[in-house]
């Protein structure tokens, strides 16, 4: 299994460029979530799903988009890439059910110049 | 989801146990203690968790005190890949949104 992985690993971008970020997982997870980290802080949760077609709103969702089209993949949209979404983004999964252990990428680094 | 208080950095000798400790005395009856810790530049990577009984996995143990307002992590012989930020989560069990709240947990320093 490889888990949790994430397309690409680094990206630069200019403002105002767009750019789909991919999340994919082989564990049949139901549960996908997106978060950034930024220096000196802890993850914040951008959207999450529970389910292929299904999709939510996190803490801090604005600038961006996702869809989960396919049960194993989740992506993240940036349509208009701004430098306060320089951060480093990480996708995680979990099985449906009572368990909260999630499974994360290995991370996204996307800088916005 | 109650709220957490670790030191901001700690320091191990290689070999040594590491005892990582948590505070989180508003903990309510329902909610779990999880660890997580986050290699540089890696993702997070789950650690263990527990309700109230002293846990026990092949990477840590979980030690809850019985008023369960705190806990330790402990790394029984740690070793320089043990360099790490460690993450104290106390959460309720389940819940499809299933929100971490990460903080900005403990740096542990495993020295030579």
């Known amino acids: 299994n490889a888990g949790v992985t994430q397309t690409p690993k680094f990206r630069v971008l200019k403002t105002g460029q767009s750019m789909t970020l991919l999340c994919a997982q082989d564990?049949?997870?139901?549960?996908m979530y997106w978060y950034r980290q930024d220096p000196g802080m802890g993850l914040r949760l951008i959207h999450y799903?529970?389910?292929?077609?299904?999709?939510a709103k996190g803490e801090v969702p604005d600038g961006y988009n996702v869809s989960r089209l396919k049960k194993q993949n989740f992506l993240l949209g940036l349509e208009s890439a701004a430098p306060s979404q320089t951060s480093v983004y990480f996708c995680?999964?979990?099985?449906?059910?009572?368990?909260?252990?999630?499974?994360f990428g290995p991370g996204t680094r996307l800088t916005v110049l | 989801d109650a709220k957490t208080t670790q030191p901001p950095s700690m320091d191990c000798a290689e070999g040594r146990a590491a005892n990582l400790p948590c505070n989180h005395s508003t903990i309510s009856g329902n909610e779990y203690v999880y660890w997580y810790r986050q290699i540089h530049s890696q993702g997070p990577q789950y650690i263990i968790h527990g309700l109230k009984n002293n846990e026990t996995n092949e990477m840590a143990s979980l030690i809850i005190t019985e008023d369960r307002k705190s806990s330790t992590l402990i790394l029984p012989h740690a070793t320089l890949r043990d360099t790490a930020v460690y993450y104290c989560?106390?959460?309720?069990?389940?819940?499809?949104?299933?929100?971490?709240?990460f903080g900005t947990g403990t740096l542990l320093a495993v020295q030579p």
């Open positions: 995680a999964s979990r099985p449906q059910g009572i368990s909260d252990t999630q499974y």
């Open positions: 799903s529970v389910g292929e077609g299904t999709t």
């Open positions: 989560i106390v959460r309720v069990y389940g819940g499809a949104t299933n929100k971490l709240i």
């Open positions: 564990m049949n997870h139901e549960y």
